[in-house]
């Protein structure tokens, strides 16, 4: 079975600041991982994605992910946080492709000035 | 291009009182998904589409959940009769397809069951 924990329900940073936010996955095969984002009142939208190849991931606003499967980790950075990145993100992984993701319980991101 | 369009964005009920929730995917996109989201988790895969049939529904409670994609388009969830715990977000996303693309979510509808 696969699973997603995310550590720290909340995260909160200074505007400027380095944004880390941890997602450690369980997978019995090679996954794919995923790290979303949802503002308020609003849908899900990818930041972005690993399937294979450069465990590196850059995604958009600014965030990327390094996928390091010795320690089944996909943690989420942003050098530099802005006001406008406060939101709930999801970590998801899937054993199946795109079929079925499964959703961690999501860090609440917030920024003060 | 438009995104996946959920309505009603809100509904509150009694229990016991039926409900359904109306999904109109992104144009072209064959696979279609229903997910619930309760208050502090993610969300969680209730029924998946290909086209018009439902090729995952292991995770929908089909004594009181139902779910229709007629013409393999717009879809329909439904719940008859509401429960207390059905109280959550009721997402719907689409795809172009399974196989390698990404999933688009829609706003959500927020069920209170009162």
């Known amino acids: 079975a696969q699973s997603v924990t995310q550590l720290g329900s909340h995260v909160s940073v200074s505007e400027g600041a380095l944004v880390l936010l941890r997602c450690n996955y369980s997978?019995?095969?090679?996954?794919?991982l995923f790290w979303y984002v949802q503002y308020p009142n609003q849908g899900l939208q990818l930041l972005l994605k690993?399937?294979?190849?450069?465990?590196l991931v850059k995604g958009i606003n600014g965030f990327e992910a390094e996928f390091k499967k010795s320690e089944t980790s996909f943690h989420l950075t942003k050098p530099s946080a802005h006001m406008s990145d406060a939101a709930e993100y999801f970590c998801?992984?899937?054993?199946?492709?795109?079929?079925?993701?499964?959703f961690g319980t999501g860090t609440r991101l917030l920024v003060s000035p | 291009e438009a995104g996946v369009v959920q309505s009603p964005r809100y509904k509150i009920i009694e229990k016991k009182q039926p409900v359904a929730f109306w999904c109109n995917p992104i144009?072209?996109?064959?696979?279609l998904y229903w997910y619930r989201q309760n208050l502090g988790q993610g969300p969680e895969l209730l029924i998946r589409?290909?086209?018009?049939?439902?090729?995952?529904d292991s995770q929908l409670p089909k004594d009181r959940f139902s779910a229709e994609r007629l013409k393999g388009v717009d879809s329909t969830l439904k719940i008859q009769p509401a429960e207390l715990g059905d109280s959550a977000v009721y997402l719907c996303?689409?795809?172009?397809?399974?196989?390698?693309?990404?999933?688009?979510f829609g706003p959500g509808t927020r069920l209170t069951v009162l």
């Open positions: 144009s072209g996109h064959n696979t």
């Open positions: 998801a992984v899937s054993s199946t492709g795109f079929q079925k993701l499964v």
């Open positions: 690993y399937t294979t190849g450069a465990t």
């Open positions: 589409y290909e086209n018009e049939e439902a090729v995952d």
């Open positions: 997978s019995s095969v090679p996954p794919y």
């Open positions: 996303a689409s795809s172009f397809s399974v196989v390698a693309d990404t999933q688009y």
